[in-house]
């Protein structure tokens, strides 16, 4: 059975850091793009990082791009993201999601974690 | 402001069929094939219904069918079931520096 499961949230100051962690199991982790997708509380889904190991691209929102970074360490099947400087609208909870079929980033979001919560407050 | 546009809310009875609009640009669902819809639950992850505009994945009823013409992406929904209710958002991907954006949501009460 294919699964993800997110780690690593909590509550942290303006300007803080904070390192979230995807661990994934069932299936071949390099051979696909994998996601980080953030919701804040009452609201819609926004992409926030994507990479892809096999192509060695990497993307970012806008809205990070600077500020938060996607490793992946394959041999641990593992996904990150390093989140830095962190401010009130990053308060979200944090989806890790596989691609749909290979490792391109422009696969859809096929399989999510249940997420983790960042709170950004002073 | 999201990028895409959809309805806010659309309602259907039990063995209706509705559909969910999702409105975007040249640069994205007016040029990629790549445009997903996916189902959220209260307090659950969001699950893909749709992808690459008509493709359903394995396991997905194929009560849901999704479309496209110019910019604008659809999913519909036949013979609803009181299990549809539900968050609908869509997503495309494009060729801006955001590589993907979603749609604010649809919220869909099945009467």
């Known amino acids: 059975e294919v699964q993800l499961v997110e780690s690593g949230g909590d509550v942290v100051q303006p300007g803080g850091s904070l390192r979230l962690s995807c661990a994934a199991s069932g299936f071949i982790f390099d051979d696909y793009a994998m996601h980080w997708v953030r919701q804040a509380p009452g609201k819609g889904l926004e992409w926030v990082a994507g990479i892809s190991w096999k192509r060695g691209t990497v993307a970012y929102s806008d809205s990070v791009r600077g500020r938060f970074s996607i490793p992946r360490d394959n041999a641990k099947n593992s996904l990150y993201l390093q989140l830095n400087g962190l401010r009130a609208e990053d308060t979200a909870l944090y989806y890790c999601?596989?691609?749909?079929?290979?490792?391109?980033?422009?696969?859809?979001?096929?399989?999510w974690g249940q997420g983790t919560m960042v709170t950004v407050s002073s | 402001q999201s990028a895409l546009t959809q309805p806010a809310a659309v309602s259907g009875s039990p063995g209706q069929s509705i559909t969910i609009s999702c409105t975007g640009t040249?640069?994205?669902?007016?040029?990629?094939?790549?445009v997903s819809w996916y189902q959220q639950h209260p307090g659950k992850a969001p699950k893909l219904v749709i992808y690459?505009?008509?493709n359903r994945p394995s396991g997905v009823s194929n009560r849901f069918s999704g479309s496209k013409t110019g910019n604008t992406a659809s999913l519909t929904i036949s013979g609803l079931q009181p299990e549809d209710e539900a968050h609908y958002f869509c997503s495309s991907y494009t060729s801006t520096t955001t590589p993907w954006v979603f749609g604010g949501g649809t919220k869909l009460t099945v009467l």
């Open positions: 040249s640069s994205d669902i007016g040029v990629y094939y790549y």
């Open positions: 999601a596989k691609a749909t079929s290979s490792a391109y980033l422009s696969d859809a979001f096929h399989i």
């Open positions: 690459d505009v008509t």
